[in-house]
Each structure stands twice: as structure tokens, then as C-alpha cells.
């Protein structure tokens, strides 16, 4: 699988932006970039994903380089609830039996620390 | 919805005892995942499912077993409790393979 790198961990003051690093200077063509985030003591939860092109929703924004070798979240404006591990992933789509079932490999991830 | 579900939230298991982490989900969705997550580590998948019937082996499967008899539930079954077994575990679900996955909200497993 293709591996990612990220920082561990970041540090914002509330209602300033955040931008989340991402490496992935071995990704496929067909890889796309995922980001899901982990609060305290819950599940994770889906952000965002792109393949190619800057990507928009209303929780963040993706900015995915012109060679694809490396990705940011951008979170334009954080809050407290913010505060979470964030995982950046490529999103392998493996075949078994004819059926891909898109297994997520999560690293380590970003420790989000934000201050009041 | 309820979304994806999970009981226990926590148990405390003796070694060598056996035990069934249950997981539903009520958005009829085709894939359903289990996944562990040891302390202060990213998750690692045991077991998944493409649907009724059809499970296989992720990256960490020695020592668990998972049965699909129907969309809603994926139960994951621990027979012989290990300490290395200790861990939080996430179910997950997918409309497709390709799509997002929704996850529970874990059953932390302690095994003295």
C-alpha cells in the first residue's frame, strides 16, 4: 500500500485557519486522497477525499498538489470541536473476488491541539 | 438512523474466556468492516464483509472470527481472550467498497 506521511501534531487558536500536511509521494494514478478525523473517545469520522482537483465541503477543503505527491486540509476556520487526530489516506481499492472493498490503511495521524 | 452501533461499550475479559462484540447498522449498506485500535496507533482492519454470506481476512485476523448471516449485523467473536487482544474496537460500514465509511462508536476491550 501506498504510505502517507504527516506531522505529529499541530497546534491553532480558535477561529484561526489550519492547514493539515500530507506526503504521499507514492501514490497511483487511481489512488484517491482521503481524510477522515478521530475526536476523543469516538469513531472516526469522514472529512473529505479527492483524486485530482481542490475539493470543497462544509466541514474543510482539500488541496491536492499539481503532481499529487502531497495534500492539505484546510480548515478555515477552527473551533474547539476541531480538536481530533486527523488521518490522511490513500484509498486503495483491492479486489478480492471481483469485489473491491476499498480497505482504509490509517497511520498514526495529526494530533490537532486548538486554544481557546 | 442510528447509524452504526456497538455493544458493549466496554468489557473486561479474563484470558482464555471467549466473547461476542456485536455491530449493527441500519442504513442497509453492502460492507461492513471491524477494525482494532491499539493505544496511541492508527486502526487496523481484521475482518471485512462485501455482503450476507461473504466475509474475509484484513491485516490483523488470528484470534477472531466474524459471521454475515444478514446485512444488518456483523458480530465479531473472540474465543480464546489474549492481553494482546486489549484493545478498542471500531465496526464499520459502506454502501459500497469504494464509498465512505461510518463508524461505531467502539467497544474497549480490556483482557487481564
Known amino acids: 500500500d501506498a504510505k502517507t506521511t504527516q506531522p505529529n501534531s499541530m497546534e491553532s487558536n480558535e477561529e484561526e485557519p489550519v492547514h493539515l500536511p500530507c506526503n504521499h509521494s507514492?501514490?497511483?494514478?487511481?489512488?484517491?486522497i482521503h481524510w477522515y478525523r478521530q475526536l476523543p473517545s469516538q469513531g472516526p469520522e469522514y472529512v473529505i477525499h479527492?483524486?485530482?482537483s481542490n475539493v470543497n465541503n462544509r466541514m474543510a477543503s482539500l488541496a491536492i498538489a499539481e503532481d499529487r505527491k502531497s495534500s492539505t486540509l484546510i480548515l478555515h476556520r477552527a473551533t474547539l470541536r476541531d480538536a481530533a487526530v486527523y488521518y490522511c489516506?490513500?484509498?486503495?481499492?483491492?479486489?478480492?473476488?471481483?469485489?473491491?472493498?476499498?480497505?482504509?490503511?490509517f497511520g498514526q495521524g495529526t494530533i490537532l491541539t486548538v486554544h481557546p | 438512523n442510528a447509524g452504526v452501533t456497538q455493544t458493549p461499550k466496554f468489557r473486561i475479559l479474563k484470558i482464555g474466556q471467549s466473547m461476542t462484540l456485536q455491530c449493527t447498522q441500519d442504513?442497509?449498506?453492502?460492507?461492513m468492516y471491524w477494525y482494532r485500535q491499539d493505544p496511541g496507533m492508527g486502526l487496523k482492519l481484521i475482518y471485512y464483509s462485501v455482503g450476507a454470506g461473504i466475509t474475509d481476512k484484513g491485516e490483523v485476523p488470528n484470534g477472531y472470527n466474524v459471521s454475515r448471516s444478514t446485512t444488518e449485523d456483523f458480530p465479531l467473536r473472540l474465543e480464546l481472550a489474549a492481553p494482546s487482544q486489549t484493545s478498542v474496537y471500531f465496526c464499520a460500514s459502506s454502501l459500497q467498497g469504494a464509498e465512505t465509511q461510518y463508524f461505531g462508536p467502539g467497544t474497549r476491550l480490556l483482557v487481564l
Open positions: 507514492t501514490i497511483s494514478g487511481t489512488d484517491y
Open positions: 479527492g483524486l485530482t
Open positions: 489516506i490513500l484509498r486503495t481499492g483491492v479486489r478480492a473476488g471481483g469485489t473491491s472493498y476499498g480497505k482504509l490503511t
Open positions: 442504513m442497509n449498506h453492502n460492507y
